[in-house]
């Protein structure tokens, strides 16, 4: 008998495998059933349904980036613009970060029939990042290198436009030159808001 988290595990990359293999669409809860070896009853016990395995694989997917993201703000050696230029630096898209895995989430995602879940997975994602660049905006404002007098409501703001914004651009599957220009607007909002100038964040 395995441990749940084990069997859990073992339908999560099997149900991965598939997505990649077969597509998400065209995959069915009887697919993962066979690629596991398990009851129908079984994958029920831990799932409620295929989009609910898909949900904890894009949950998943973005755990290092908040790992990476925690670094950076805990980190004492990093200036609060310093910190502020990694956190940004840590959300762009890297080419070592595309995986042929991270590309069929980032293609499954976008499917008009997950978008309610993927409304659900921001706002949860968006609670995770705001008490980390609310951090960082606290620690600015303390140190009189950043402008502000509301901290958390101004990082609310600007971490739930870039996250929305950010998902709303790659539906519109915008190239890279596209999206460095909307990142220069953000850093250009980002600089206003904080009272500095863009140049920090360009540096």
């Known amino acids: 008998m395995k441990l749940p988290e084990v069997r859990k595990a073992e339908i999560l990359d099997a149900s991965m495998k598939l997505f990649t293999e077969k ?14 070896g398990i009851s129908r009853g079984l994958l029920y016990y831990h799932f409620k349904n295929k989009e609910e395995i898909l949900y904890i694989l894009v949950e998943k997917s973005v755990n290092p980036l908040i790992a990476q993201m925690k670094k950076i703000v805990n980190n004492t050696s990093l200036t609060p613009t310093e910190k502020l230029n990694q956190f940004l630096q840590t959300t762009i898209i890297q080419d070592d970060a595309i995986t042929e895995e991270n590309v069929t989430l980032q293609e499954t995602v976008q499917l008009e029939e997950n978008r309610y879940m993927m409304d659900r997975f921001y706002h949860k994602f968006i609670e995770k990042l705001l008490p980390l660049f609310t951090k960082i905006l606290e620690e600015g404002k303390a140190q009189n ?51 500095i100038e863009k140049s920090i964040l360009d540096s």
């Open 23 to 36: 597509g998400y669409l065209q995959t069915t809860t009887q697919d993962i059933i066979n690629q596991v």
């Open 145 to 195: 290198v950043f402008q502000i007098d509301y901290p958390y409501e101004t990082a609310h703001f600007l971490v739930t436009s870039y996250v929305f914004v950010s998902n709303d651009l790659k539906l519109k599957q915008l190239n890279m030159e596209e999206m460095k220009t909307y990142l220069q607007a953000f850093k250009e909002i980002l600089s206003k808001s904080l009272g």
